[in-house]
């Protein structure tokens, strides 16, 4: 729901009533993650997706029925031999799709405690800031569609229980019943972590599995890409980067090669010795490295300080005689095996990539793989899961788009 911040928002602000459909669960092989959205306003406008087609007709009928009756509803979809071209999913996998009627209102009219908490929160993640919405995906009838959201600031808007609908603001954890404290908990700490998915708690508000099913859905700033060296085979990673929804920075020491007109589309260019760039600028776990100065001199600082960090991915181009170079040249400086092994050398996965262009696919495609749990070997023959169950922890970047890729 919230990758569709920006167009909800503009409903909501239009006084737009509208039904969004969000996939809480998946089971077996299914088109889209967890998170994936999909919306249909009062006019019969449709926006996002749920399964790439396989039963989004059928989901467009609950979006219009939970407009008119206003109940929140949870939906199974699965494969079976007599509906597997109708509504299930001929891919062979499950989804529960969670289906919330928001009914936006007007400045003058505010609608229900969820759909303030809902159109607040939307109204937040298009502005770039960072927010989780916690909805009721599974429990007792009367907890259904119930949400709040928390703030990066650790405010919290909404609530679950029924008889604290308007529990709102930072400090009160105390005097927060103890589902909705429970539920504010789990969300911040899914909020910090990036992430988006399940989270299981009792309706006492007691950690224990069972009773209430919350989903968490976070907007997080998207993850940072930065590319050493100024080179044409970084430009063409910048093009990919980009695509797969990374903020992506160039840094090269070299003045007259960092320019903006030489990679117009980087979020930014930086003119800087990389190690100590790296060393100044935020980085967290979803943070991608990629080294393409394949030159000692900078990237033996720039790798001692990189492989120490609790980064996502390190990777540095090269042959494999420069390679190994590097490994001795490191193991000089005094990095361990452990932190060695974290090195992606050289970088990509065998594409027999030539152009700048194939090389940053390649680049790209390792990454994908490193970020899901894939093999990289070809499907075909394979026998391998076409999704990996792996932690989840980039919500950011959960998009369609780079599945495909």
Same mark, same amino acid.
């Given at each position: 729901?919230?990758?569709?911040?920006?167009?909800?928002? @503009?409903?909501?602000?239009? +006084?737009?009533?509208?039904?969004?459909?969000?996939?809480?669960?998946?089971?077996?092989?299914?088109?889209?993650?967890?998170?994936?959205?999909?919306?249909?306003?009062?006019?019969? #406008?449709?926006?996002?997706?749920?399964?790439?087609?396989?039963?989004?007709?059928?989901?467009?009928?609950?979006?219009?029925?939970?407009?008119?009756?206003?109940?929140?509803?949870?939906?199974?979809?699965?494969?079976?031999?007599?509906?597997?071209?109708?509504?299930?999913?001929?891919?062979?996998?499950?989804?529960?799709?969670?289906?919330?009627?928001?009914? &936006?209102?007007?400045?003058?009219?505010?609608?229900?405690?969820?759909?303030?908490?809902?159109?607040?929160?939307?109204?937040?993640?298009?502005?770039?800031?960072?927010?989780?919405?916690?909805?009721?995906?599974?429990?007792?009838?009367?907890?259904?569609?119930?949400?709040?959201?928390?703030?990066?600031?650790?405010?919290?808007?909404?609530?679950?229980?029924?008889?604290?609908?308007?529990?709102?603001?930072?400090?009160?954890?105390?005097?927060?019943?103890?589902?909705?404290?429970?539920?504010?908990?789990?969300?911040?700490?899914?909020?910090?972590?990036?992430?988006?998915?399940?989270?299981?708690?009792?309706?006492?508000?007691?950690?224990?599995?069972?009773?209430?099913?919350?989903?968490?859905?976070?907007?997080?700033?998207?993850?940072?890409?930065?590319?050493?060296?100024?080179?044409?085979?970084?430009?063409?990673?910048?093009?990919?980067?980009?695509?797969?929804?990374?903020?992506?920075?160039?840094?090269?020491? @070299?003045?007259?090669?960092?320019?903006?007109? @030489?990679?117009?589309?980087?979020?930014?260019?930086?003119?800087?010795?990389?190690?100590?760039?790296?060393?100044?600028?935020?980085?967290?776990?979803?943070?991608?490295?990629?080294?393409?100065?394949?030159?000692?001199?900078?990237?033996?600082?720039?790798?001692?300080?990189?492989?120490?960090?609790?980064?996502?991915?390190?990777?540095?181009?090269?042959?494999?005689? #420069?390679?190994?170079? @590097?490994?001795?040249?490191?193991?000089?400086?005094?990095?361990?095996?452990?932190?060695?092994?974290?090195?992606?050398?050289?970088?990509?996965?065998?594409?027999?990539?030539?152009?700048?262009?194939?090389?940053?696919?390649?680049?790209? &495609?390792?990454?994908?793989?490193?970020?899901?749990?894939? #093999? +990289?070997?070809?499907?075909?023959?394979?026998?391998?899961?076409?999704?990996?169950?792996?932690?989840?922890?980039?919500?950011?970047?959960?998009? +369609?788009?780079?599945?495909?890729?």
């Amino acid at each position: 729901m919230l990758d569709l911040a920006d167009e909800l928002n @503009r409903w909501a602000e239009e +006084g737009r009533d509208f039904a969004v459909a969000t996939v809480v669960s998946v089971g077996g092989s299914a088109p889209r993650g967890p998170g994936a959205a999909l919306a249909v306003d009062s006019a019969g #406008t449709v926006i996002g997706s749920v399964s790439g087609g396989c039963v989004e007709g059928a989901v467009y009928d609950l979006c219009v029925q939970s407009l008119q009756d206003g109940d929140t509803v949870l939906e199974r979809f699965g494969y079976s031999d007599e509906d597997a071209f109708a509504v299930g999913l001929t891919c062979g996998g499950t989804i529960e799709v969670l289906v919330t009627p928001v009914r &936006a209102g007007t400045p003058e009219a505010a609608g229900t405690p969820e759909a303030q908490v809902l159109t607040a929160a939307l109204s937040a993640a298009a502005r770039g800031e960072t927010v989780a919405v916690a909805r009721v995906a599974r429990g007792p009838a009367a907890l259904l569609g119930r949400a709040l959201s928390v703030h990066a600031d650790g405010t919290h808007d909404g609530g679950l229980d029924s008889s604290r609908q308007d529990v709102a603001g930072a400090g009160d954890g105390d005097r927060l019943p103890a589902l909705d404290r429970t539920a504010v908990a789990e969300a911040r700490g899914m909020l910090d972590a990036g992430r988006t998915g399940a989270v299981e708690i009792s309706e006492d508000g007691s950690r224990c599995p069972g009773g209430v099913t919350l989903f968490v859905e976070t907007r997080v700033p998207p993850p940072r890409m930065i590319v050493f060296g100024a080179v044409d085979f970084a430009a063409a990673l910048v093009r990919t980067g980009r695509f797969l929804g990374y903020h992506v920075t160039v840094c090269d020491a @070299r003045p007259v090669f960092a320019t903006p007109s @030489r990679f117009p589309e980087a979020d930014e260019v930086v003119v800087d010795w990389p190690h100590r760039y790296l060393r100044n600028t935020e980085t967290d776990g979803r943070t991608v490295l990629c080294v393409l100065t394949h030159d000692a001199k900078f990237d033996i600082p720039l790798l001692e300080t990189a492989l120490r960090l609790p980064v996502a991915f390190v990777g540095a181009m090269g042959s494999r005689r #420069t390679h190994e170079d @590097r490994d001795r040249r490191l193991r000089e400086v005094g990095l361990t095996d452990g932190e060695l092994a974290r090195l992606r050398s050289p970088i990509g996965l065998d594409l027999g990539a030539r152009t700048p262009e194939e090389t940053a696919l390649s680049i790209a &495609a390792e990454i994908v793989a490193a970020r899901r749990g894939g #093999t +990289g070997v070809p499907l075909t023959g394979s026998g391998t899961p076409i999704h990996h169950d792996v932690d989840r922890s980039e919500a950011g970047a959960e998009t +369609g788009t780079e599945a495909a890729a």
